[in-house]
């Protein structure tokens, strides 16, 4: 098969410019190493979004989904689990490579976010034997909560907007190391007209329990806390993997994201980007930044491919 346009991930910057590419009747196909829906899914499905705009608040799974259903209704092709390796030239067109096949394309838009990401671990005791067992990186749907005892660890917005979410249905604590939050002034405010209980500077020792989670071991200055605790969510940050980026013949900044021009261009003739891969000064990385982006990248790709007599 061939296609006017490749998109590599389908978060939402990929999403938006599979729908500008068929909005511009250009054949369009995304690939995704993961699941569809990028760190709305894979990160925070539960968390609300307040600031993409026609939305007051939207979760991040809802909006996922219906980026989703917008690029499937207008004939966008979407492959999940496959991720792309390679990007090589061919006879006047591209490559694509993942292990399950090679694309032909007459150009490229690598929208892959963060590459491949992980959340962080705590390191600590029983944190790998109690995972998917009490221990978990993602908070579960509110139903799941109900009549839990959680306890989340973390001090950023992302932490904090998750406890919120939790303290709605259910008993909820926040231990941070710190002694105070590194979030947003809206969010520590309310938190604090919550009924969310904080144990600051306080670090983990260990979880514990034999099949599933019953406690968590705290130190608070050299004085040890035994909390009792059904669910234990952490939320301490991401670690992300760029590795395939480097492969693909594309400069980089020193913080190895792709360094593009005002119309989104790479390097690479035909290889546009979009999205959070993409570093330039003043860049903020929201939906909103990728999903503009995937609009310029698209009408860059269009000119590319379709040469029209305005462009
Ligand atoms: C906890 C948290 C909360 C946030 N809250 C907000 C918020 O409230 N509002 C807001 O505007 N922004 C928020 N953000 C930021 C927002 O999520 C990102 O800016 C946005 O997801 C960037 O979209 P993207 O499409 O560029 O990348 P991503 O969402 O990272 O999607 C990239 C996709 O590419 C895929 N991929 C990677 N490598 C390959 C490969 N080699 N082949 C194929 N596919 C690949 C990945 O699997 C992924 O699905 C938040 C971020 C975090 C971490």
Redesign the pocket.
Known sequence: MHYDVVI???????LTAGIYAKSKMMNALI????RV????T???PE?G????PGFETIQARKLSDRLYAQAESMGCDIRENE??TEINDGKEELLIVTKKETYHTKSVII??????FHPKKMECPGEEKLTDKGVTYILPVKEELVGQKVVMFGGGN?AIEMALIADTVTDTTIVHRKPEFRADEANVDSLKHSNIKTIMSANVVSFNGEDSLKSVTLDQGGRKLDVPVDLAVINIG?NSDLT?LKNWGIDLTAEGLVKVDFDMRTNRGGIFA????VDYPGKY??????CGEAATAVVSSYKFVKKPYWA
């Open positions: 590599i991930g389908a978060g939402p910057g990929g690939i995704e190493a993961g829906g990028g760190q709305l894979s990160l925070y968390k979004i307040h600031n993409y991720r792309v929208a892959i976010g963060m590459g491949s992302s991401i395939d979009c999205g959070d891969v990385k929201q939906i909103i930044t990728a």
